[in-house]
């Protein structure tokens, strides 16, 4: 099994800023992707950002330019760096991890994000 813990939530002004973090621990072998989702209430989870084992990553057009993922491998962590926060950032932020060769996510406990007008 795979255990995710994430840190980092917050209250914050709009315009602000939040650093999220991620660590996996158990049962890793290698891990392929890793990524962040965010939730409102009364929404569907969508997809905040991604990162793949080489480094590539991909933005939901909602926070490009703002938002930027990045993944140390040696410790298993992924961060989700979020700058210029807006009220509709407002959301609980899962992070979310592939293994290589499964089919199958594991999620963390979520993290209150909230961003004040």
């Known amino acids: 099994q795979v255990q995710l813990v994430e840190s980092g939530g917050g209250l914050v002004q709009a315009g602000g800023s939040l650093r999220l973090s991620c660590a996996a621990s158990g049962s890793i072998f290698s891990i392929s992707t890793m990524g962040w989702y965010r939730q409102a209430p009364g929404k569907q989870r969508e997809l905040v950002a991604t990162?793949?084992?080489?480094?590539?990553?991909n933005y939901a057009d909602s926070v490009k330019g703002r938002f930027t993922i990045s993944r140390d491998n040696y410790r298993n962590t992924v961060y989700l760096q979020m700058s210029s926060l807006k009220p509709e950032d407002t959301a609980v932020y899962y992070c979310n991890v592939r293994l290589v060769g499964y089919n199958y996510n594991y999620w963390g406990q979520g993290t209150q994000v909230t961003v004040s007008s």
């Open positions: 990162i793949m084992s080489g480094g590539s990553t």
